[in-house]
């Protein structure tokens, strides 16, 4: 186990900005793909998913490995939505309800299972987390490449019903595409722009274009019932995560605030109940104690008192 002192990695408020006071997120560096005949196979039981119910890029692979039905595949570990010093910590180092502890090497943080794999890693330790128990390494730590890989990686394992649920059509592929990029600019990545700005005019850069990307969704969605091709898409996924956090922890912590979801986006709104009401996968791995609990505790730097507050309530209507 490595020794060195890592808390400028782990540690997300000793996180510095660019010099404009900007927030960069830095590209995740696990790049590997599970695919027939590759290095890494598919096969049932190999690999273990590490996430955080609080964190929506995890998240997206949780709903994903539900949908495509790779439950019986695929274990999964929970961390505690305490992100401190460490990093993310397991159950064994902090038993927050519904966290569990590392089964595979008993770790005590995220961090430890970088450090396992690669002593002189230099990113941020983040969830997700795709290991692979046979070769005990990390395959890929980029949730927009793992729901690609859960989307058909296993198929040829799969039962027929499952294996033919494609969230990513090759006829759809062009405006998956061209959607996702400005969501995950504007919208997905624009929240987490907008909450850490370290300057007025940085803050406004992000949270403005945020709001007119949401405008620009609202659109799309009235009278949709989905993003793209009237079918459920990749693109709902990516989208759904976070605007289900969004009025219970965007709006207050990340001062995203010119207008809530529930107040402000009747479209929006209905999608994102419809999703999560009706189709499990969504309701199953959306854990609104872990979610605020996480980011107004994890940020002192932007929420020093810790205070997790008490609404919105409910965290999100009934349909
Ligand atoms: N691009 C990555 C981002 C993952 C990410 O940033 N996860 C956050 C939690 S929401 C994290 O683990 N952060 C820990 C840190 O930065 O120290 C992905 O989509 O998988």
Not at 236 to 253: A, K, M, N, Q, W
Request: charged share 25%; hydrophobic share 40%; glycine share 6%.
């Amino acid at each position: 186990m490595s020794t060195r002192d890592v808390s400028h990695l782990s540690d997300i408020n000793k996180m510095t900005s660019d010099n404009d006071g900007s927030f960069k997120r830095k590209a995740s560096s696990f790049r590997n793909f599970i695919e027939k005949g590759g290095q890494f196979a598919p096969e049932k039981g190999r690999y273990h998913l590490y996430v955080s119910y609080a964190c929506p890029w995890a998240t997206r692979a949780l709903i994903m490995r539900k949908l495509k039905g790779l439950e019986g595949f695929i274990d999964v570990s929970v961390v505690s939505p305490h992100m401190g010093e460490q990093g993310w910590p397991f159950a064994s180092t902090d038993a927050f309800p519904g966290a569990t502890e590392d089964p595979l090497y008993g770790a005590a943080h995220i961090k430890d299972l970088y450090l396992r794999v690669a002593p002189d890693y230099d990113g941020r330790f983040t969830v997700p987390v795709l290991w692979d128990k046979r070769t005990q390494t990390i395959v890929n730590n980029e949730s927009s490449e793992i729901i690609r890989m859960f989307n058909s990686a296993f198929n040829d394992l799969l039962p027929a019903d499952k294996a033919a649920l494609d969230f990513y059509p090759e006829n759809l592929r062009a405006q998956i595409d061209e959607v996702n990029e400005w969501v995950y600019d504007t919208v997905n990545n624009g929240v987490y722009k907008s909450g850490f700005a370290r300057t007025q005019s940085a803050y406004e850069a992000a949270v403005r274009p945020l709001f007119v990307s949401l405008d620009r969704l609202e659109k799309m969605l009235e009278g949709n019932e989905y993003l793209i091709g009237g079918q459920l898409t990749e693109a709902d996924i990516r989208l759904f995560v976070t605007i289900v956090r969004f009025d219970p922890v965007y709006v207050g912590h990340f001062k995203c605030n010119l207008r809530t979801i529930r107040d402000g986006y009747p479209a929006l709104h209905r999608w994102l109940r419809k999703l999560y009401w009706t189709v499990p996968a969504f309701k199953e791995t959306c854990n609104f104690e872990h979610i605020k609990t996480h980011y107004y505790w994890s940020h002192p730097s932007i929420n020093p008192t810790r205070i997790i507050p008490v609404g919105p309530i409910p965290d999100i209507l009934p349909l």
